[in-house]
């Protein structure tokens, strides 16, 4: 019999040199720079080119690679017309649905080569928030706001999404939300896209599987739900009853939990920090207030079985005190992700083998057919 790895769980398929993960106790690299450096000093933009080309720019070579960032938000007409034709759909499935219809303008499209898979993904980065905001305006029955060049990647995102100047403390909240989703090694949408990559398909389908596996409330989907936990919840001391009723009906709570983490999730410090910050500041810490209760009273007894909170526990917070709904928070996430699925594509590239595990079979055989009139 051979040995089934349910879920993959632990098996090493490939190298990368993407990000290192030690789960025990909770550090995560990318390219080998620490998360909380890049969290504390960096950018977006910075870390996309870290993840893209394999070191920290200069001065020269990032202002560079920003305004190509820049020049590449706007996404064809027909592109908002198939956004305006899916208004009523999820914004991940329009954000699917949007990347896939931009692979019938791209003239890089076919090319796998390293130069084209990074043309692709740079303006894939470019074009994402502009997909996601497009749709957002027309399914709320407004027009498009058209990129503004004189403002950073997450800046820009925000003016689209709200066609307002956003403030400079708000931009810097979101730029770091970006950099601490910007890549995380093999998880589930991350293989996904691989698995795409592996048959030489090409860096939109693998984006659009990202996208599509991102999706679940067991992976990007969790922010969403912990949220939604938080406003049933609504008050502090309603948190302990709440989440009982889920664990003793053998649920789960959103937001905890990590198929490598077992201890703390690195990414979570410095939302747990900002999302005290925003509720003070917006004279709302309840939210905050609930969150922690939960963490520090009700899943404490969890951490000695390795289950911590996880960088989407105090996002759903963020984006909720920053006016955005709630349908929207995953593909925040994967507008974050784009440059490590883009990352991953590249690495598998490079290195290819077709990505084809086995399954064991376990059904019956060689049974007899027998025609449909004798059933
Ligand atoms: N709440 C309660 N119990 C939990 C939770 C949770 N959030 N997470 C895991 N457990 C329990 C499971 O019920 C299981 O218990 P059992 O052994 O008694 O059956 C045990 O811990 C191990 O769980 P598994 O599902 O085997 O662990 P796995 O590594 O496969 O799970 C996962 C990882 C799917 C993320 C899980 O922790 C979960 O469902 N969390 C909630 C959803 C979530 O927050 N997802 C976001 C993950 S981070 C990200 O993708 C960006």
């Given amino acids: 019999m051979p040995e089934i790895m349910k879920g993959l769980k632990d098996v090493y398929f490939d190298n990368t040199e993407a990000s290192f993960i ?104 470019a074009m994402g928030p502009t997909l996601v905001a497009a749709h957002h305006r027309l399914r709320q029955g407004l027009e498009p706001v058209a990129p503004n060049p004189d403002l950073n990647h997450a800046g820009n995102f925000l003016y689209m999404l709200f066609d307002e100047m956003p403030d400079e403390e708000t931009v810097k909240l979101l730029d770091v939300d970006f950099i601490l989703h910007a890549e995380h090694g ?9 698995v795409a990559a592996s048959t030489l398909s090409d860096l939109h389908s693998a984006v ?54 077992k201890a703390e999730d690195p990414r979570a410090r410095h939302l747990r920090e900002r999302s005290k910050a925003l509720g003070e500041k917006m004279g709302q810490p309840k939210w905050f207030e609930i969150l922690t209760y939960l963490e520090e009273n009700v899943m404490s007894k969890y951490r000695d079985r390795g289950i911590f909170v996880n960088v989407d526990f105090f996002a759903g917070s963020i984006y909720y005190l920053l006016g955005i709904p709630d349908d929207l928070f ?25 990505i084809r595990p086995l399954l064991e079979y376990t059904g019956g055989m060689d049974l007899e057919y027998t025609p449909i009139e004798s059933r």
């Avoid at 550090?27 to 620490?34: A, E, H, I, Q």
């Avoid at 599509?212 to 919840?233: F, N, S, T, Y």
């Fill in 208 to 261: 659009t599987t990202g996208v599509g596996v991102l999706k679940g409330p067991w992976h990007g989907g969790a922010a969403e739900e912990v949220m939604r936990m938080a406003l049933d919840i609504g008050q502090p001391e309603n948190a302990e009853e709440y989440c009982r009723n889920i664990l003793d009906n053998g649920g789960r709570i959103m937001g905890f939990g990590h198929r490598v983490y």
């Fill in 330 to 354: 995953i593909s925040i996430f994967a507008l974050g992700r784009i440059p490590g699925w883009t990352l991953q594509c590249l690495e598998q590239f490079d290195d290819n083998i077709l």
């Fill in 186 to 194: 093999a998880n589930a949408s991350a293989f996904g896209a691989r």
């Fill in 22 to 125: 030690d789960g025990d106790v909770g550090k995560l690299l990318y390219r080998g720079y620490s998360i909380h450096d890049l969290a504390e000093k960096s950018t977006f933009e910075e870390v996309v080119y870290l993840l893209l080309y394999g070191e920290l720019p200069s001065q020269s070579e990032l202002t560079d690679f920003d305004a190509k960032l820049r020049a590449n938000r706007r996404i064809p007409d027909q592109v908002i017309e198939v956004l305006n034709l899916v208004q009523n759909s999820h914004p991940m499935d329009a954000l699917r649905t949007g990347i896939s219809a931009l692979s019938a303008f791209d003239e890089d499209v076919t090319d796998n080569s390293p130069e084209a898979t990074i043309r692709k993904g740079i303006r894939l980065t």
